[in-house]
Structures are given as C-alpha cells and as structure tokens.
C-alpha cells in the first residue's frame, strides 16, 4: 500500500468554501480571545493599575514616594529593554512555551509582590514582572490581530485594547477596595493569581499565524494549507508579504517620526494622572479628582473600540486626526470649563476618546507605514515610544504645572505638541510612501 502520509495533498476550495471557512468558525476569532486575555491579564491588570500600590506600600514599609516612584521607573525601564529584544526572542523560541514561561514568570513575580518588605526585593520583582511581561502583555496581542486578521484588523484591535481599559478599571477598582480592607499585601495575593490565569489562558489558545494551522488570515484569499512549525509560519506570514524590511525600516526618518507620533500621543493620555491634582487645585476633594479620572478612563474605554472600527472605515491617518483633535479639544475644554462639574466631565471624556488612540494606532500605524513583512521587529521598537513618553511625561507635566503655579500652562503645551502630533503624521506617512517606492518598488497600498 503507498504511504499516503507523503502524498496528501490539498484539494482546493471553491469560492463559496473559501467564504464560508473565512467567515464561519475561523480560528482567527480564538486568537482574538487570546489577545484579549493577554492584554487585559497583563496591560490592564499589572501595567495600568501600578499606581494604585504606591501610597499603601510607602506608608507601611517607610518608603517615599520618590523613591518607590523609582522601582516603577526602574521597572518600566526593563520592559523597555524587552521589548527592543523582542524581534530576535520570538524568532528564536517557539510562541506557546515561550508564552507560557514567561507568563508563569510574571505572575509569580507579581504575586511575589506581596511579601515583598524590602526595597531591593521590590527593584528585582518590578524588573523581573515587567521585562518578562513585555512579549505576552504587550507584544503578543496586536500580533496576532495583525498576522490573523486581512479584514476587521482595525476594528479587533480596538476590542483588544478596550479590554485591556476595561480590566485597568475594574482592577482599579477591586485592588482599591482591597488595599483599603488588607492593605497592599491582600491586593497583590488577588490581582496576581487573576492576571496569571488570564495569561495563561490566553497563551494556551495563542498559535503565532494561520500557517501554522494550513490556513490563510481571516479575510484573505485562501490558498494551499500546509501546517508549519512556529519559526516556519512566522517566515509564511511575512516572506511573501509587502513590506519594508527591518533594517531599512529602523534606519529610516518614516519611523522617527512615527515614533515622535506615537510618543505624543501617549503624552495626551499620561494627563490622567495628574486629574485628581488638577482637581483639587481647583477646589474639589480627591474622591472628586478620581471621578474625574474614572471618566477619562471610560472615555479611553469607549474610544478604544470607536477608533478601531473608524481605522476600517476611513484609514489609520485620518483616524490619527481624529484622535488628535479630540485631544486638542478635550484640553482646551478642560482650560476654559472652570469649575463647571459638568463641562469637566466632558472635557474630560472627551480627551479620553482622543488619548485612546496612543494604544490602537500604534500598530496599525505601524502596518499601514511599513507593512506586514517584519512587522513584529518594527512595532516592537515603536512600541517603546509608549513606555519612554509614560516615564517622561508625568514628571515634565509635574515641573510645568509647579513652575508657572497653575496648569494653564500645561494645558497649551499639550495642545500645541498635539498640533505637532497631527504634522508628523502626514510626515511619517509621506515618509513611508516614498521608503516604500524606493524599497519595494511599488505604490505603497491605501
């Protein structure tokens, strides 16, 4: 009998099969629900929720704020670093074990967070959660939206990074009660088993790209079907598809300005920090000055899904726009609303929906300037700019307010570098359709 093992072969699919295996049941639906859990266990439970620890932390072990403010700073810093090396670590290791060791080692580390009394221990478990959460947080989610997805990309990484808003504010939430009933001890024992079983799930679910599995991205044109190792379907993914290569992409000014972009953009989002202050100075309590943050987190929530379905609809550089005048918009509001509760709340869930943007349109900027071809090396370096404007900007927004007495002052600077913002899009757009001519000797795609 002839080994029938070797001679398979694919029988190709009709039109109509085509259709409905894209659109029926397609695996690309599971990798989004592992995105989602990976963002929302990572960003939204560890990432986005790391202030809430600090006040209980410093006060019961003697810390000042400027030196745990450094442990964060510290930790954030290793994630940086991460991420420049997460290109060559995900080429090396096979997805899944590598996700899931790195899950296991986050939320140990995290968890960990809870006996932790001493300062250098809390330097080593910042360093430790946050580098190794840096691919499964961070990185793991719009990759596998941009490898999975040909159509909806826009409006499944907005869901993406909803989740990742809305586990931020119900771990806000739940960690504040539990601080306030144990202190921060009792809030890392809960949120740090929590965070790990949503990764973990997420990692299990997660398969690097549809060639691995024989099949083509939700949306594409089907072809034959042939599974792959890891390494052999991130080559699938990317060796035929359009694109500018990585070390052309990095050495060029259409990524500079990208970077300065999405740099910006993260700098309108970090003012929600500084709410409860801007709050209080003008006369309301805290609990006040935490509603106020609470809206602009539900705006960042809301405009997370609306910006992705709006990348669908009218591109990644008009949507950017948009992002930005909301901004401009939710500013000056802020600016000119005075004490009015409720022209505040607006101005408020205004800026929200526009800093929305800084998590959304970083990869479809990303995709739509360089392409899918090494996609994952480029946006993790622009990634970066994310983290780099989180540290810069609290601190620089903190010495403006301080030095003109007031945040007047403040609110025009981020209007004006938003203004910026909107010109380096058009540059880095422009950047990147000639890079595209020039490299890959076609019109770059609309």
Same mark, same amino acid.
């Given at each position: 009998?002839?080994d029938?093992?070797?001679? =398979?072969?694919v &029988?190709?699919?009709?039109?109509q099969?085509?259709?409905i +295996?894209?659109?029926?049941g397609?695996?690309?639906? =599971?990798?989004?629900?592992?995105a989602?859990?990976m ?8 990432f986005?929720?790391s ?12 810390y000042?704020?400027?030196? $745990?403010?450094?442990?964060i700073?510290?930790?954030? !810093? ?12 995900? =080429?090396? $290791?096979? !997805?899944r074990p590598?996700?899931?060791t790195?899950v ?6 995290? +968890? ?13 478990? $910042? ?14 989610g719009?990759?596998?939206i941009?490898?999975?997805f040909?159509a ?9 990074m ?7 504010i %119900? ?8 601080i306030?009933?144990?202190g921060?001890?009792l809030?890392?024992?809960?949120? /740090? ?11 299990l679910?997660a398969?690097?790209? #549809?060639?691995?599995?024989?099949l ?13 190792s890891?390494?052999?379907a991130?080559?699938?993914?990317t060796?035929?598809?359009?694109? %500018?290569p ?6 060029s ?7 300065l ?16 202050s801007?709050a ?13 943050t609470s809206?602009f987190?539900?705006?960042? !929530? ?11 609809k009218?591109?990644? =550089?008009?949507?950017?726009? &948009?992002c930005?005048?909301?901004i ?5 509001a802020i600016?000119?609303?005075g004490? %009015? ?21 970083t #990869? &479809? ?9 090494d996609?994952?090396a ?7 700019a994310q983290?780099i404007?989180?540290?810069?900007a ?7 307010a301080?030095?003109? /007495? ?6 025009i600077? %981020?209007a ?5 913002g909107?010109?380096?899009?058009i540059?880095? &757009? ?8 020039k ?8």
């Amino acid at each position: 009998m002839p080994d029938l093992a070797h001679k =398979r072969r694919v &029988i190709p699919m009709s039109n109509q099969e085509k259709t409905i +295996t894209a659109e029926k049941g397609h695996p690309a639906w =599971r990798m989004l629900i592992a995105a989602c859990l990976m963002v929302g266990g990572g960003q939204g439970l560890i990432f986005n929720i790391s202030g809430i620890f600090m006040a209980s932390i410093c006060a019961t072990n003697g810390y000042t704020t400027a030196s $745990f403010g450094l442990v964060i700073s510290v930790g954030a !810093l290793g994630l940086i670093i991460a991420l420049g090396m997460t290109g060559k670590i995900l =080429r090396k $290791f096979p !997805l899944r074990p590598l996700l899931v060791t790195l899950v296991i080692i986050t939320g140990l580390c995290y +968890t960990a967070l809870s006996f932790c009394h001493s300062l250098p221990l809390f330097f080593i478990l $910042f360093i430790l959660t946050y580098a190794a959460g840096a691919i499964p947080a961070m990185v793991t989610g719009p990759m596998l939206i941009g490898n999975w997805f040909e159509a909806k990309k826009g409006m499944c990484m907005g869901i993406v990074m909803a989740c990742g808003c809305a586990f931020g504010i %119900i771990g806000n939430i739940v960690g504040g009660s539990l601080i306030d009933s144990g202190g921060y001890s009792l809030a890392y024992l809960v949120l /740090g088993p929590c965070s790990l079983l949503l990764m973990l799930i997420g990692a299990l679910m997660a398969v690097i790209a #549809p060639a691995a599995m024989g099949l083509a991205p939700y949306g594409a044109q089907a072809g034959e079907a042939a599974g792959k190792s890891d390494a052999a379907a991130a080559d699938a993914a990317t060796a035929d598809a359009p694109g %500018i290569p990585a070390k052309v992409a990095l050495k060029s000014f259409a990524f500079i300005a990208l970077f300065l972009v999405i740099f910006i953009l993260v700098w309108g989002g970090s003012f929600q920090t500084l709410a409860a202050s801007f709050a209080v100075s003008k006369g309301f309590s805290t609990t006040q000055g935490g509603i106020f943050t609470s809206i602009f987190q539900v705006g960042a !929530l809301v405009g997370s899904f609306l910006v992705g379905m709006l990348d669908d609809k009218i591109g990644g =550089r008009n949507t950017t726009f &948009i992002c930005f005048g909301l901004i401009i918009v939710g500013v000056l509001a802020i600016m000119f609303s005075g004490s %009015i509760v409720p022209a505040l709340c607006v101005s408020f869930l205004i800026m929200g929906l526009g800093c929305s943007g800084s998590g959304v349109q970083t #990869p &479809i900027l990303t995709s739509k300037i360089f392409g899918q071809k090494d996609y994952t090396a480029i946006f993790s370096k622009i990634q970066m700019a994310q983290m780099i404007g989180g540290m810069i900007a609290v601190p620089v927004y903190g010495a403006l307010a301080d030095s003109a /007495g007031g945040y007047n002052s403040l609110f025009i600077f %981020i209007a004006g570098i938003s203004a910026l913002g909107i010109v380096l899009t058009i540059t880095a &757009i422009g950047a990147g359709k000639k890079l595209w001519k020039k490299t890959v000797g076609t019109e770059a795609p609309e």
